[in-house]
């Protein structure tokens, strides 16, 4: 037999369908004679260029004679010797002391959660083969069915019996017998902390359906198990549990539920295991099939700081071009502090024209003569009947001014003439060159109409996608408080065109807005969130329950990480992955990014 290290173990927490999962588990566990599995709580430091954050880890190493379903390594575990032994608990070599946990009463919730914790210092699985104790399994349910029979049965043997019936179901259904022994060690510096910890933890577990039990005078046996599996006469002395293959996959070893990608940026950490959260946005691991991310919360969620925490850290790691739209200008002040060089800030204001004029658009090929009338038709609220022709005025005017004039149908003039009104969207020249400078920050606090600032917003991210278009380097647009133009008529419908072209040139778009109903409510939100393969969702309200859950997030679990979620926390969403997180930052970008 040989020791083997689990590089990596697929995540099933909040998976979509980890059925087909724990059933490859189920056949590789019908294939053993035995099997240990330890699984290691460790603390560890991760350094990111100048800050530091503590992170647990988890470790876990296979004992058998076939190598694990997942990626390993050959690599034999470092424990803790003992030395000294009592009725309880053994105290270690480090000065430390540890208690042994046998698990007696299984659940699948129960394990699931055991796996996920971060306080047991190890966990100890233990299957052998029990296929010639199949025997004595029959001969004890025709004892508790003729009990039954007879009215003398137990409430215990009631539910050993409904175990044993659902064992041999399993069994004829071609799963495999096993023993088993499921030990979970808790360590401590002092016995009082390590008797509080070991009270605390039982009473936990057995809400979840999971009953461990302080087994005395074994302690030391039960600790060293890794070092004596292969001595077949110790197994006398354990206690003898039996289940079935089927039974027995939620055993399955999560390595970890932690997301790690390479060369990746951290996000923060997991809120169960506590292990860190590392994503590369402009690489498709994880399942994704683009760059972009979204991200929702309420007032006070923390969205902001997620988005900028963020940013920054793509800024040190990959420094690609940099584009942000701001209306609360909150990135005119972080950029400051930041001291970020190359960086070319921009503030709008009623008072000069933003240059943005959709018909010189269509003739610096920026968007199509249909989008520009159809924008015009549902902004404006111009009638339907006049769609073709404002298809030939666009065409020929060079802008909107000219358009307006041009005009000869007095109806359509008076609807239109309404533009006029928005000559600080559409005058002046947009005489900022994009090629001068690595980042960019459009401002709009000074824009106090927010139907201003949607159209701004759109119009600008589709100036901006043309340029990035043409650009071979990795490239971010960052659009926040994008409920704003998602509550504007065809705005919405640009902005569906914007994720599409983001797309198509490789670059990171990270739209930030305050609900996931601000996408679900329109078609066009609808499309944005089918092209967007990480989402951040932080705290929000029970109306948007429904369409979290239809995101494939399990109902119990958007109730406690976001409806429950502190600032910062809530559930990530990238790929095939899905997980429970917790935002962190560095005491300067806590400083930096505040918002209030």
């Known amino acids: 037999m040989n020791w083997y290290r689990i590089v990596d173990a697929p995540s099933i927490v909040l998976a979509i369908n980890p059925g087909s999962i724990l059933d490859n588990w189920s056949s590789y566990l019908s294939n053993l004679d035995r099997l240990l599995?330890?699984?290691?709580?460790?603390?560890?430091?991760?350094?990111?260029?100048?800050?530091?954050?503590?992170?647990?880890?988890?470790?876990?190493?296979?004992?058998?004679?076939?190598?694990?379903?997942?990626?390993?390594?050959?690599?034999?575990?470092?424990?803790?010797?003992?030395?000294?032994?009592?009725?309880?608990?053994?105290?270690?070599?480090?000065?430390?002391?540890?208690?042994?946990?046998i698990a007696y009463e299984l659940s699948d919730t129960g394990l699931e959660k055991l796996?996920?914790?971060?306080?047991?210092?190890?966990?100890?699985?233990a299957l052998w083969d029990a296929t010639q104790r199949l025997r004595m399994l029959h001969s004890m349910t025709r004892l508790y069915r003729k009990q039954l029979k007879h009215g003398t049965i137990t409430s215990s043997g009631?539910?050993?019996?409904?175990?044993?019936?659902?064992?041999?179901?399993?069994?004829?259904?071609?799963?495999?017998?096993?023993?088993?022994?499921?030990?979970?060690?808790?360590?401590?510096?002092?016995?009082?902390?390590?008797?509080?910890?070991?009270?605390?933890?039982i009473a936990e577990y057995s809400t979840h359906g999971l009953a461990l039990e302080q087994t005395p005078f074994i302690q030391d046996i039960l600790y060293m198990l890794p070092e004596y599996?292969?001595?077949r006469k110790m197994?006398?002395?354990?206690?003898?549990?039996?289940?079935?293959?089927?039974?027995?996959?939620?055993?399955?070893?999560?390595?970890?539920?932690?997301?790690?990608?390479?060369?990746?940026?951290?996000?923060?950490?997991?809120?169960?295991?506590?292990?860190?959260?590392?994503?590369?946005?402009?690489?498709?691991?994880s399942g994704r099939t683009n760059w972009h991310i979204i991200i929702t919360g309420i007032t006070g969620a923390g969205k902001t700081f997620t988005a900028s925490v963020i940013t920054k850290?793509?800024?040190?790691?990959?420094?690609?071009?940099?584009?942000?739209?701001?209306?609360?200008?909150?990135?005119?002040?972080?950029?400051?502090?930041?001291?970020?060089?190359?960086?070319?800030?921009?503030?709008?204001?009623?008072?000069?024209?933003?240059?943005?004029?959709?018909?010189?658009?269509?003739?610096?090929?920026?968007?199509?003569?249909?989008?520009?009338?159809?924008?015009?038709?549902?902004?404006y609220g111009i009638s339907e009947k006049y769609r073709g022709r404002?298809?030939?005025?666009?065409?020929?005017?060079?802008?909107?001014?000219e358009l307006v004039h041009s005009i000869r149908e007095h109806d359509l003039k008076l609807q239109l003439e309404s533009m006029l009104a928005d000559s600080c969207i559409y005058d002046g020249e947009f005489s900022i060159d994009l090629k001068r400078w690595h980042r960019y920050i459009f401002g709009l606090r000074n824009i106090v109409n927010d139907r201003l600032k949607a159209i701004i917003m759109t119009l600008l991210s589709l100036l901006i996608m043309n340029f990035i278009m043409k650009l071979p380097e990795r490239k971010l647009l960052l659009i926040d408080e994008f409920h704003l133009v998602m509550n504007f008529g065809y705005?919405?419908?640009?902005?569906?065109?914007?994720?599409?072209?983001?797309?198509?040139?490789?670059?990171?778009?990270?739209?930030?807005?305050?609900?996931?109903?601000?996408?679900?409510?329109?078609?066009?939100?609808?499309?944005?969130?089918?092209?967007?393969?990480?989402?951040?969702?932080?705290?929000?309200?029970?109306?948007?329950?429904?369409?979290?859950t239809s995101e494939g997030l399990k109902r119990e679990d958007v109730e406690r990480y976001i409806l429950q979620a502190q600032r910062g926390q809530g559930i990530l969403k990238t790929g095939i992955i899905r997980l429970p997180l917790q935002v962190v930052g560095t005491r300067k970008e806590i400083e930096t990014f505040r918002t209030e």
């Open 37 to 101: 599995i330890l699984v290691q709580n460790r603390c560890r430091t991760l350094k990111i260029h100048d800050y530091a954050f503590e992170f647990s880890e988890k470790l876990t190493y296979f004992l058998s004679n076939l190598e694990p379903p997942f990626r390993h390594m050959l690599e034999e575990p470092s424990r803790l010797g003992i030395e000294n032994v009592y009725a309880r608990y053994v105290e270690l070599i480090d000065g430390s002391y540890a208690t042994c946990l």
């Open 115 to 125: 796996f996920q914790d971060s306080r047991p210092h190890e966990i100890i699985i």
């Open 158 to 201: 009631e539910i050993l019996l409904e175990d044993l019936e659902k064992i041999l179901d399993n069994i004829g259904k071609g799963s495999k017998l096993l023993r088993f022994l499921i030990i979970v060690i808790l360590r401590a510096f002092s016995i009082n902390e390590l008797c509080e910890n070991t009270r605390q933890l």
């Open 229 to 231: 599996f292969e001595e």
């Open 235 to 285: 197994h006398r002395l354990l206690p003898e549990l039996y289940s079935d293959s089927k039974s027995l996959r939620w055993t399955y070893p999560i390595a970890s539920q932690d997301l790690v990608e390479p060369g990746g940026v951290l996000l923060g950490k997991n809120i169960i295991t506590g292990g860190p959260v590392i994503v590369n946005p402009y690489e498709p691991f």
């Open 313 to 379: 850290r793509i800024v040190e790691q990959y420094d690609p071009w940099v584009f942000i739209l701001d209306p609360m200008s909150n990135w005119t002040r972080f950029a400051r502090e930041l001291n970020w060089s190359r960086t070319r800030i921009v503030e709008f204001d009623v008072n000069t024209g933003a240059g943005l004029d959709p018909v010189k658009l269509i003739h610096e090929k920026i968007l199509d003569p249909g989008t520009v009338v159809d924008f015009i038709i549902r902004t």
């Open 390 to 401: 404002l298809l030939h005025y666009v065409t020929t005017c060079r802008n909107y001014r």
């Open 491 to 548: 705005a919405s419908k640009l902005a569906e065109l914007i994720v599409r072209m983001g797309r198509a040139a490789a670059c990171s778009i990270i739209l930030v807005t305050q609900s996931i109903i601000d996408f679900a409510k329109s078609p066009e939100g609808r499309v944005i969130l089918e092209n967007v393969s990480t989402k951040i969702f932080l705290r929000d309200t029970e109306t948007a329950i429904d369409y979290l």
